[in-house]
């Protein structure tokens, strides 16, 4: 199982971001797929979630109407859309899965949001 996450960078605030989990080892329908984000000093934290099979999304209350999280089953990967990013936003964000009591993470993809 392998996540490689991407997409990051730097960004004003108010604009956005399009970050991308490659999944390999599995197909990206068959498990629900997390992203989560830590900030420095802080714990990591759950964004967004979808669940395999027929998708079902789950936002953290501060990104709700700001955040969407998607998946290509044809290219195998999972989304994060980030639209009117705020300071607060700024974190590194990891894409996740978890089978049966193993999680998986990715290695991270860096958000800054500065103006």
């Known amino acids: 199982v392998q996540l490689v996450e991407s997409g990051g960078g730097l960004v004003q605030p108010g604009g956005s971001l399009r970050l991308s989990c490659v999944v390999r080892g599995f197909s990206v329908n068959t498990y629900d797929m997390s992203w989560y984000r830590q900030a420095p000093g802080q714990e990591r934290e759950l964004v967004a979630s979808v669940t395999a099979g027929i998708p079902r999304t789950k936002y953290e209350d501060s990104v709700k109407d700001r955040f969407t999280i998607s998946r290509s089953n044809a290219k195998n990967t999972v989304y994060l859309q980030m639209n009117t990013l705020k300071p607060q936003d700024t974190a590194m964000y990891f894409c996740?899965?978890?089978?049966?009591?193993?999680?998986?993470w990715g290695q991270g993809t860096q958000v800054i949001v500065s103006s």
């Open positions: 996740s899965t978890r089978m049966g009591y193993t999680d998986y």
